[in-house]
């Protein structure tokens, strides 16, 4: 039914097998939706937010998905800055990542300010002295770079490359890519930054507030190198997952274990960092602020369940350390098995990051007469969260249908006659 | 926000995060601008035979 338009030389499922795959997400986008509109109908009343969480579950999944969408940024960054051109084959994937995960970032952010016709204020009555100032205008920029990255793929579509004008839109697009790669990295580098630096100037909460260089605290280059460092492994996840499901392999291994190397020494090296910087946090910055740093980890009973020592471990050994060695090692990068456990922590590591980044500084008592806060959100906070999830899905699924995503799959996957 | 805002102030702050925003902007609003431009010029202005799948 729809044969013209899928990509030539590749096998897609017929259309009614595709749409019948899709139900099951379109009905959970569906129901987040629906949760959505209840926050922009009914308000924030919808949220379990409340004096000590004024941002809800959407600020942890909005510098989740920022972090781990950072593949594209610095996958980018490396074809077309550094020259590292075997990853042409899967850069088209990490700017489909990219654009679905600050896509959803922007949707979140839409639904957190609970005015979303509102949102231009922040262009038009900007803070100039706001770290979060820095970061809506970049992220806003850079949603834009990724969608300028995007638009060359939907144009290369079957049908629409037999148009003379949008076939030379498409191939002048590529033409010039180097210069938005270029402007992409440095608004990246900039908002990725930014968004450590929020927590890092924080000096009313002890467990996030870092030591400066000139305005900048340690998170912000922290959250930068995190960025570069993990977006790259979910961008692998995502890639295996999708040879999973389609039953294909998309990309050469060659490709995969280049970008799996990078990143391997990006997380080696941010860990190290990581590991300084806790200790220095540890053993000077939180004393000199009057605290010894296992109050940070102690408390009640529930208190340590969610924010114990337990989360400290996992973070930077489970999710930082093991990922980093197993990456850089040629042998067990080409282990498959090993592969994707690698990427799978280093994926689960930067969101945990971020995590106690940003809910765990809340939960924490500040003050003598202060306790353990702890937060539950609401049905609403969860499908709104899991909503991006399945309008991901959907995305990829209909790109990967109809657009030549994997340079490489007419080779790997030739079609038997 | 621009220059003629009652809002704007002629300071540092400012300069460097409008001027940042502006200079974002441009770049892209130029590159997109280029390539519309050539690519409108090689379809009807140029005896334009393609230009293959060489991405």
Redesign the interface.
């Known amino acids: 039914m729809d044969s013209a338009l899928i990509p030539k030389g590749v096998k897609r499922c017929s259309l009614p097998v595709f749409i019948a795959g899709l139900t099951p997400v379109v009905l959970v986008l569906l129901w987040g939706v629906y949760a959505m509109l209840l926050c922009w109908l009914k308000g924030l009343n919808q949220t379990n937010m409340n004096d000590s969480y004024g941002f809800a579950l959407w600020i942890w999944a909005d510098l989740a998905v920022i972090a781990i969408g950072g593949g594209a940024f610095f996958s980018g960054l490396l074809k077309y800055i550094f020259g590292k051109d075997e990853l042409k084959n899967i850069i088209n994937y990490a700017v489909l990542i990219g654009f679905i995960c600050y896509s959803s970032a922007l949707l979140i952010l839409a639904i957190d300010v609970g005015q979303p016709l509102r949102s231009w204020f922040i262009f038009w009555h900007a803070n100039v002295h706001s770290m979060l100032t820095e970061v809506a205008f970049c992220l806003s920029c850079y949603f834009a770079v990724l969608t300028i990255e995007y638009i060359p793929l939907i144009l290369e579509n079957r049908k629409l490359d037999e148009i003379p004008l949008i076939h030379n839109i498409s191939h002048n697009m590529h033409g010039i890519m180097a210069v938005f790669a270029a402007t992409g990295a440095f608004l990246s580098c900039f908002h990725q930054g930014s968004l450590g630096g929020v927590a890092g100037v924080l000096y009313g909460r002890p467990y996030v507030f870092r030591e400066h260089i000139l305005v900048w605290p340690w998170t912000f280059f922290l959250f930068t190198w995190s960025a570069a460092a993990f977006g790259p492994c979910f961008t692998i996840l995502i890639t295996k997952i999708t040879e999973g499901i389609t039953g294909k392999k998309l990309v050469k291994d060659n490709v995969i274990s280049l970008l799996a190397k990078i990143s391997g020494w990006m997380i080696f090296t941010y860990i190290i960092a990581k590991i300084i910087d806790t200790f220095y946090w540890a053993t000077v910055t939180a004393p000199e602020l009057g605290f010894v740093w296992s109050d940070f980890f102690t408390g009640d009973r529930s208190s340590v369940l969610f924010h114990g020592y337990w989360l400290l471990f996992a973070e930077i050994v489970l999710c930082g350390i093991i990922p980093g060695l197993i990456l850089i090692s040629k042998k067990h990068r080409e282990n498959k098995t090993l592969l994707l456990t690698a990427v799978t922590l280093g994926t689960i590591g930067v969101c945990l990051n971020r995590w106690t980044m940003v809910m765990q500084p809340m939960a924490m008592p500040v003050m003598t007469f202060d306790s353990w806060n702890l937060y539950i959100p609401s049905w609403q906070e969860v499908a709104t969260t899991i909503l991006p999830v399945a309008y991901g899905i959907i995305l990829i699924a209909i790109s990967f249908r109809y657009l030549p995503i994997f340079p490489q799959e007419v080779e790997l996957n030739p079609i038997k006659e | 926000?621009f220059w003629f805002?009652f809002?704007w102030v002629w300071?540092m702050?400012?300069i460097?995060?409008?001027g940042?925003?502006w200079y974002?902007?441009g770049?892209?609003g130029i590159?997109?601008s280029?390539?519309?431009i050539?690519?409108?010029k090689?379809?009807?202005y140029e005896d334009?035979t393609?230009?293959g799948d060489n991405?």
Do not use: N
């Open positions: 926000m805002s809002e300071d702050g400012h460097v995060f409008m940042g925003l974002a902007l770049i892209l590159g997109m280029y390539v519309i050539k690519s409108v090689e379809t009807f334009s393609g230009h991405h």
